[in-house]
């Protein structure tokens, strides 16, 4: 698996996202999703619409992601 690989998966799910996907080794990643689909949703709930994008990826080529989840305003502090 591969960042470019997880960026893709996650915008095909979540068109409108601005997606920064980083992950050196190949198995442990971090991806920064913003989103205004996320507007008013618990973390929990944006964490899991994400999941979804990447299906049977997680648990499997994906090891580990680490989420950061926000709506536009969120993002620029608004």
Do not use: C, W
């Not at 507007?39 to 499997?60: C, E, F, I, Q, S």
Request: charged share 20%.
């Amino acid at each position: 698996m591969d960042t470019r690989t997880i960026h893709d998966l996650i915008q095909t799910g979540i068109p409108d996202a601005e997606i920064t996907v980083e992950g050196p080794d190949g198995v442990h990643f971090e991806a920064r999703v913003v989103s205004s689909t996320f507007a008013g949703k618990l973390p929990l709930a944006r964490h899991r619409m994400v999941y979804a994008t990447l299906g049977g990826h997680m648990g499997n080529a994906i090891h580990a992601l680490s989420l950061r989840t926000l709506t536009p305003e969120e993002a620029t502090g608004a």
